[in-house]
C-alpha cells in the first residue's frame, strides 16, 4: 500500500485540486512509457508503435506499461510507477 | 472543558493491554454487576493519595461482584511504580496511547467512572470529593445489594476534597493528536490524500497542483492546522471575509491552512487575520490591486506591543530576509489572495512586472525610535493598540541623503525625491508612503518637525507650474486633467490660460503621505513605496485592529 500524508485543502474549494499538464516535450528523449489499456488488439497496436519508435530514434528508451483493465482509473501505484520511469507517455486509448 | 459522560449514558467501550500483555475487552460483554474504572497517571499526588481507598473498594465488594479497572495513563514502567507505591492489586490496565482517557472525555485524574451490568453510568467524578464518593459507594453497595460496615476509618483521613491533576489528554502535541483522532470539528476542511512515496512528494505534489507562490510551502497537516488554530480564539469556521477576484469566503480555518502553508506560527495568525480582513475591504480594493498592470501589491505595516510578542523586525533589513514573522505573515496573506481568491498571475493578475514584496511585505514601524506619533495613532487607535495597515505598494525604493544636517534641508531633499515617484510629472497623485529612518527621525526631531511640517515642504517643494506638468511634444507623459481642480478646467477639456501658472504639487492631498519609522538605526537613507491610483478609482489604506 503506498504511503500517504493527509493535508487540508487551502482553496475555495470550488473546483477539485487538478495536476496542471506537464509540459509537452519538443522531442522524444529519455524514457517514453507505451502504455496498453487492455482493449482488443491494443497489444498489437502497441508492438507495432514500439517498433516505429525504435526505428525513428535509437535513443530513445521504451518501457512498456500494462493496465489491468480500460474500465477503471490506473491505481495510484500504477500511476507513480509510470511518472517515476518514464519521461513522456504514449497511452493507447480508443478501440 | 470535560466530556466526561454523565450518569445515564453508555460508558465508551475499549481494550487495553493489562501488565502482563493480556488484553482485556470492556464494553463487549459484562460479566459483572459493577465496573468502577479508576484512572490515574504516576506523579498525581491525589491519584497516590485516594488509591488505598480504591484497594480497599476492591478488596470488600470485588466479593461480591464488583470489578475494579485501574487505567493508568502511564508507561508500564511508571505503572508499575505506582503499583509498588500504592499497594494497589485491582486490575491494572495501560491507557499509553491515550485513546481511552480521551474517549471519556476527562479533565483531571483521577476520574472514577461507576457503571452497572450493561455498562450504563452510574457515577462519575473527576479527583477527590467526600461527598461524591460517598454517593458513589452507596451506589455501589445498592447495586451489589450489600451492606458497607469497614470503609469509614480510611476515608476519614483524607480531606473532603483535593484537586486532580491534569490528564495527560491535555499535553499539548497529544491534545492535537487526539483533535486528529476525533476529527475535531474545527478542522472542515476537504482532506487531501498525498500518496508519498520519497520525502520530496508532498512538497512536489504541492508545487504541481498550482497551490504556492514558487518556493517550497509547509504541507498543512491536520496537526499543524489545528496547532495553528490554537493561535486565535475566533472559532475556525468564523468567515472572515470574500476574498477577490473570485470573492470566495475564507473561513478562520483556511486561513490557518494557508498559513501553516507560510510557514507561519500560531501566534502570528491574528495578524494575518487582520490583515485578510483590512485588503478585502471596498476602500482597499483589492481586485483592482490584483488585476491592474501596475505593479503593486499589499503592504502591511504593523504597530503596537504585538511586534515584540512576535519579534516582528521593525529595524535593520526592513524589507529584506531573515525574520520569520516579516516573511511568512505577507507570504500567508498572498498564499490567501492565490489559493481562496483565486488570484494568480497570468490569470486575473496581470501586473506587467509584479514586484518581490508579492511574494510578501510585512514590516513593523519602529515606534521606540521615533519623535512622532505611529502611523495607528495618525489613524486613529490609542498606542496600545495592536493594529495592521494595508498600503496598495510598490517596491520600496532608496532615497539617498546622507549630508543634510538640518530638518529643512532633509524635508527638501526627500520632497525632490519624492516628485519622481511613478512619474516626475505625474502630479496630483493619491497615497505614496514614506518610511523615514531613525537617523533622519532624529534630524526632524532636532529640527522640531512634525509629520505635518514634512508633508507640507514636500508638497512645496513637489509644486510646479502646471505647464510644466501637462503632455507636451517632447515627453507626452502628462498630470491627467481628472486630477485638476475644476476652476481651472475649460468646457472643452482643457486648461484655462490662469491654470498653466498656477502651481501643483506632487500629491493630492498632503494626509495621504503615510509616514512611518522604520529601518536600522545606522543609515542615512529613506524609503519610499510608491502607491496606486488614488481614492475611488483605486485603493487606499486601511487600518485594521488586531484581535485574537
Known amino acids: 500500500m503506498t504511503d500517504s500524508l493527509v493535508i487540508l485543502d487551502p482553496t475555495d474549494e470550488q473546483r477539485p485540486i487538478v495536476s496542471r499538464l506537464a509540459q509537452r516535450p519538443s522531442r522524444l528523449a529519455g524514457t517514453l512509457g507505451i502504455i496498453d489499456i487492455s482493449k482488443a488488439r491494443g497489444d498489437i497496436f502497441c508492438d507495432e508503435l514500439e517498433l516505429l519508435l525504435a526505428k525513428q530514434s535509437t535513443s530513445v528508451k521504451i518501457e512498456r506499461f500494462r493496465k489491468p483493465t480500460f474500465t477503471k482509473p490506473a491505481a495510484d501505484d500504477f500511476r507513480e510507477e509510470v511518472a517515476e520511469r518514464c519521461n513522456a507517455i504514449i497511452q493507447a486509448l480508443a478501440d | 472543558m470535560s466530556r466526561l459522560p454523565d450518569a445515564g449514558n453508555v460508558s465508551p467501550s475499549f481494550t487495553l493491554m493489562d501488565l502482563a500483555e493480556i488484553s482485556c475487552d470492556f464494553g463487549q460483554t459484562f460479566d459483572h454487576p459493577a465496573y468502577l474504572l479508576f484512572f490515574v497517571k504516576k506523579d498525581c499526588e491525589t491519584c497516590t493519595l485516594v488509591a488505598p481507598v480504591v484497594e480497599q473498594i476492591h478488596q470488600t465488594l470485588s466479593a461480591h461482584g464488583l470489578k475494579v479497572l485501574t487505567i493508568s495513563q502511564s508507561n508500564k514502567v511508571d505503572t508499575q511504580k505506582f503499583i509498588k507505591d500504592t499497594g494497589l492489586t485491582t486490575t491494572i490496565l495501560l491507557d499509553q496511547n491515550l485513546y481511552v482517557s480521551d474517549d471519556y472525555g476527562f479533565d483531571a485524574v483521577p476520574t472514577f467512572v461507576l ?338 511640517t514634512l508633508r507640507e515642504r514636500i508638497q512645496e517643494v513637489t509644486s510646479r507650474p502646471l505647464s510644466e506638468l501637462l503632455p507636451d511634444p517632447n515627453c507626452e507623459k502628462g498630470t491627467p486633467l481628472s486630477v485638476l481642480p475644476r476652476e481651472w478646467k475649460t468646457s472643452d477639456n482643457s486648461v484655462t490660460e490662469q491654470a498653466l501658472s498656477q502651481s501643483f504639487p506632487k500629491f493630492l492631498d498632503s494626509k495621504d503621505i503615510l509616514i512611518t519609522v522604520a529601518g536600522g538605526e545606522a543609515g542615512k537613507f529613506s524609503a519610499v513605496v510608491g502607491g496606486w491610483a488614488a481614492g475611488g478609482l483605486g485603493s487606499s489604506a486601511v487600518t485594521r485592529e488586531i484581535q485574537f
Not at chain 2, 486561513?255 to 502570528?268: D, K, L, Q, S, W
Request: hydrophobic share 40%.
Open chain 2, 115 to 452: 457503571t452497572n451490568e450493561t455498562g450504563t453510568i452510574l457515577k462519575t467524578f473527576e479527583g477527590w470529593s467526600q461527598n461524591s464518593f460517598n454517593e458513589l459507594l452507596e451506589k455501589s453497595v445498592k447495586i451489589l445489594n450489600t451492606k458497607l460496615t469497614q470503609f469509614e476509618t480510611s476515608i476519614l483521613v483524607l480531606p473532603d476534597w483535593l484537586p486532580g491533576c491534569a490528564s495527560r489528554v491535555h499535553d499539548p502535541d497529544t491534545a492535537r493528536r487526539l483533535a486528529v483522532r476525533r476529527g475535531d470539528e474545527r478542522l472542515a476542511a476537504r482532506r487531501i490524500r498525498v500518496p508519498v512515496k520519497t520525502e520530496k512528494d508532498e512538497f512536489e505534489f504541492l508545487f504541481n497542483r498550482g497551490l504556492t507562490d514558487g518556493l517550497p510551502v509547509v504541507p498543512p497537516t491536520e496537526k499543524r492546522v489545528l496547532k495553528m488554530l490554537d493561535g486565535t480564539s475566533r472559532p475556525a469556521t468564523d468567515v472572515v471575509a470574500h476574498v477577490p477576484p473570485n470573492l470566495s469566503p475564507v473561513t478562520v480555518e483556511k486561513i490557518a491552512i494557508n498559513a501553516v502553508m507560510a510557514g507561519c506560527r500560531p501566534e502570528y495568525i491574528p495578524v494575518v487575520i487582520a490583515a485578510v480582513e483590512a485588503v478585502c475591504t471596498d476602500t482597499f480594493n483589492l481586485h483592482g490591486v490584483l488585476a491592474t498592470t501596475y505593479f503593486v501589491g499589499p503592504v502591511i505595516i504593523v504597530n503596537g506591543p504585538i511586534r515584540h510578542d512576535i519579534n516582528l523586525n521593525c529595524g535593520r533589513n526592513l524589507f529584506g530576509q531573515g525574520t520569520r514573522a516579516n516573511a511568512t505573515i505577507g507570504r500567508a496573506l498572498q498564499l490567501i489572495v492565490r489559493n481562496i481568491g483565486g488570484g494568480k498571475p497570468g490569470e486575473v493578475d496581470m501586473s506587467t512586472f509584479g514586484q518581490p514584496g508579492k511574494f510578501t511585505c510585512c514590516i513593523g514601524e519602529f515606534e521606540e525610535r521615533s519623535c512622532w506619533d505611529p502611523l495607528h495613532v495618525e489613524r486613529g487607535f490609542k498606542v496600545k493598540q495592536n493594529t495592521v495597515t494595508v498600503f496598495a505598494g510598490e517596491a520600496p525604493r532608496a532615497i539617498r541623503d546622507q549630508r543634510s544636517r538640518s530638518a529643512s534641508s532633509l524635508a527638501t531633499s526627500l520632497g525632490l525625491s519624492l516628485e519622481s515617484v511613478a512619474h516626475v510629472k505625474l502630479h496630483g497623485m493619491g497615497e505614496v508612503l514614506l518610511v523615514v529612518s531613525p537617523e533622519h527621525n532624529q534630524t526632524f526631531a532636532r529640527g522640531g518637525y512634525t509629520k505635518d
